[in-house]
């Protein structure tokens, strides 16, 4: 396949996200309900992806968001800063101390073990980033060349997590999306839909109404099966109702329809997860491009220690492998094997090292490594 991506010379950043970065409360082992102390993490959906980038697989990325201007938002400066990620692109918004103006996020997220499946309980009404509007960031200054007088950016990430937040946020990321593609930037996507989000602005009918504006602009979508069907709209034919069970001739249909839909489409990619336990999962993913569909490895009864950001680290290995071998079929192997080492650490974010994930990708087993 071939992603035509600006020249490195050009661009000061591989790749940037843009959207929420919450303060993730952990009770480690135990209940959000009965916790006593709770190990704190940064986390977002669009972010876990770019720090993945830069801290695996050693990409220069930065993340656009906005924070209170306070010391929980310095305290998350202070975690992106930790994983290598450019804080320079965040904009900083005044509070009043108690958050009436705009305050900082936190997701309190706890792992599930067995028959208890992991649980969230997100805090994140009237954030920074979900009041701010397209004229808090310099889009036309972020993407442009650098012999222009810009930054310039080779790839942009995005997603529905974000895009739920607020009507303005919605705006923003189309704003987003509009000028990466006005100066060749790569646009990604991650569709990763949350009904309790989006139903304050307009529930399933909003957001099909805006990730479908939102895909014209996409050159690499990515979502799991829920998020296929509630956010464009796609059936997915054979699946059960509680999607316990997969199809994978389900899914293949249903990517090459969307691909027919949207055929700015690069690729289409979407993790492949069946629950045995909270602990334990089979797990592969699929690409489709160039017409065809290419299918990860398969992680029969993988065993999970903290199953969020798993498909955020797998959007990170799909992105490191089409940039830099333009090869589905590799990527998407990249994608699956970096999400299944990330759900064996706890966290939102990758513990991973690159030469661990193509250890992986080559078969390596779980013996002491001394």
Known sequence: MKLNLRPAEECTFDAVSLGEVMLRLDPGEGRIRTARSFRAWEGGGEYNVIRGLHKCFGMNTAVITAFADNEVGLLMKDFIEQGGVSTDLICWKKTDGIGRLCRNGLNFTERGFGIRGAKGCSDRANTAISQATPDDFDFDYIFKNKSDGGLGVRWLHTGGIYAAL??????????????????????????????????????????????????????????????????????????????????????????????????????VATTLREVKTATVNDWSAICWADGEIHKAKDYKGLEIMDRVGGGDSFASGLIYGLMTTEDASLAVNYGAAHGALAMTTPGDTTMASKKEVEAIMGGAGARVQR
């Open 166 to 267: 607020s009507e303005q946020a919605c705006e923003t990321v189309i704003a987003a999306c509009k000028a990466a593609k006005k100066y060749g930037t790569i646009v990604s996507y991650d569709l990763n839909y949350r009904p309790s989000m989006w139903s304050a602005i307009g529930g399933q009918e909003k957001a099909q109404e805006v990730n479908k504006e939102i895909a014209k602009y996409v050159d690499v979508m990515i979502g799991n099966e829920e998020d296929f069907t509630a956010c464009l709209g796609f059936e997915i034919e054979g699946n059960d109702k509680d999607l316990k069970q997969l199809n994978l001739d389900g899914y293949k249909k249903m990517i090459n329809e969307a691909a027919k839909t949207y055929p700015n489409f690069k690729a």
